[in-house]
């Protein structure tokens, strides 16, 4: 039975590199972004995540969306922090 649901996730996982579709459905979402289906569902009806559903049943992603949901809350590293630090200083000279 795992065996299965392997390969139906590697189907669809292949359908979406190989196809550049910009909408996906809940489960080609789940695969886009790893999150679990599960989980997923909590943002869905919650609101934290941007979606849609047309129909009033079938939810849809678009991927870009998605691509900016990920990608809020960015962190800088530790070499962008001293780097912005050491420009800010040379700017900021006291002579």
Not at 67 to 82: F, G
């Amino acid at each position: 039975m795992d065996n299965l649901l392997i390969l139906e996730r590697f189907d669809r996982l292949e359908k979406l590199l190989v196809g550049h579709k910009e909408v996906l459905t809940f489960n080609e979402a789940c695969d886009y972004t790893g999150i679990s289906r599960s989980y997923l569902y909590k943002l869905t009806s919650s609101g934290k995540i941007p979606h849609s559903k047309p129909n009033g049943k079938m939810l849809f992603f678009e991927k870009r969306k998605l691509v900016e949901w990920l990608l809020q809350n960015k962190r800088k590293s530790q070499y962008d922090i001293e780097s912005e630090a050491l420009a800010y200083s040379l700017r900021n000279k006291r002579i």
